[in-house]
């Protein structure tokens, strides 16, 4: 099971920071990680958003979970863009 150090950052992309620590502190959680990115979990979004053209915010969260347990500083641009959508 992929482990997270508590060294890895998120990419400042002007005024997210507020955002980068609420997604740091929301992706070190183990116990939600551990349900949100069970392989059931996974594929029951899967099918949902098959054939979307745009990502969902989770598969958007699942791949930055992916870069983070990769411990590099990664860019939470996909986020970044999905909340800006929000109206």
Known sequence: RPTVSSGVGFRNLGNTCYMNASLQALLL???FCDEAFSAEMVARVRSVSSGKSEPSFYEALYELRQEVTRNRI????????LVATVN
């Open 29 to 31: 959680l183990e116990r």
């Open 74 to 81: 990664v860019s939470p641009l996909s986020i970044k863009n």
